[in-house]
């Protein structure tokens, strides 16, 4: 492992499409474009399921403290076919309290049944992204999602696929509202209009906001711009759109360039 502040790890492979969103989810192209043996449409157990207390020859662990885990980004982490494992994966999660531990999820209407009996309010070291893609799924999805006991937590607008107010949803609690464009071939169009948008609703509560791709396909100024994959996360820093609270409480935003 890279001794970097980031790790992925993916107790599990595989998921069900629930949601408009889902349409070209990257985990199928993924493994479709890869050849994968495995079927995407059933959930299994991956062979590093227990990587984050898995250690070296030294004994240290494979994970160096204080890094960022992306969790379960092949899958959802609140699938149900990935039940019967995640009892082991939360005692994990608690047990290196020494990171941070940060998924994304469709399916926020099963944490409450799926929570550890000492969840409390919720871990210290667990992020938990709620992901919406239109204003039907935002207005069923984050009542649920502020309701529940989380300690910290973001909502991921992706793929974005139309003008979405989430204004009644930014409560002081949520930590970051990033934006993603969808990628691949058959990827929907970003708007940049959408996009400003969610930032000036951020922008108006005090949330950081951050734009983390721009997809395959962005219109700008009444144009569509094909962006190849490997500068989706690059163009979409270019636009310095992201607006941050300092240390010291004091807004910090970019502008379009
Ligand atoms: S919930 Fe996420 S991982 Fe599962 S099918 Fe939808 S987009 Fe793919």
């Not at 898995?54 to 149900?80: E, N």
């Not at 300690?151 to 949803?169: E, F, K, Q």
Request: aromatic content about 12%; charged content about 30%.
């Amino acid at each position: 492992m890279a001794p970097a502040d980031y790790a992925d790890w993916n107790p599990w492979h595989g998921c069900t499409k629930i949601s408009p969103g889902c349409k070209y989810c990257y985990v199928y192209r993924q493994d479709e474009m890869y050849g994968s043996d495995k079927r995407t449409d059933l959930v299994t157990k991956n062979a590093d399921f227990d990587l984050p207390v898995r250690r070296k020859r030294d004994k240290s662990y494979k994970i160096p403290s204080g890094a960022v885990v992306f969790t379960c980004f092949t899958s959802d982490f609140l699938v149900k076919d990935a039940d019967v494992w995640r009892s082991e994966a939360w005692a994990m999660m608690k047990l290196r309290s020494d990171l941070t531990f940060y998924f994304f999820t469709k399916r926020i209407d099963r944490l409450r049944k799926c929570l550890p009996e000492d969840w409390g309010d919720g871990y210290d070291n667990v992020i938990i992204g709620c992901t919406v893609e239109n204003q039907e799924r935002a207005d069923y999805r984050l009542p649920v999602f502020l309701d529940l006991p989380i300690r910290h937590r973001s909502i991921i607008v992706a793929p974005i696929l139309g003008r979405i107010d989430l204004g009644p949803y930014l409560a002081p609690c949520i930590e970051e509202v990033a934006v993603s464009g969808e990628s691949g071939i058959q990827a929907r169009v970003c708007d940049f209009e959408w996009v400003l948008d969610i930032r000036r609703q951020c922008m108006e509560q005090d949330i950081p906001f951050s734009f983390h791709q721009t997809g395959a396909k962005l219109r700008k100024g009444g144009k569509i711009y094909c962006i190849p994959r490997k500068f989706q996360i690059s163009q979409a820093r270019k636009a310095a759109i992201d607006y941050r609270i300092s240390p010291d409480g004091k807004p910090e935003n970019g502008e379009w360039k």
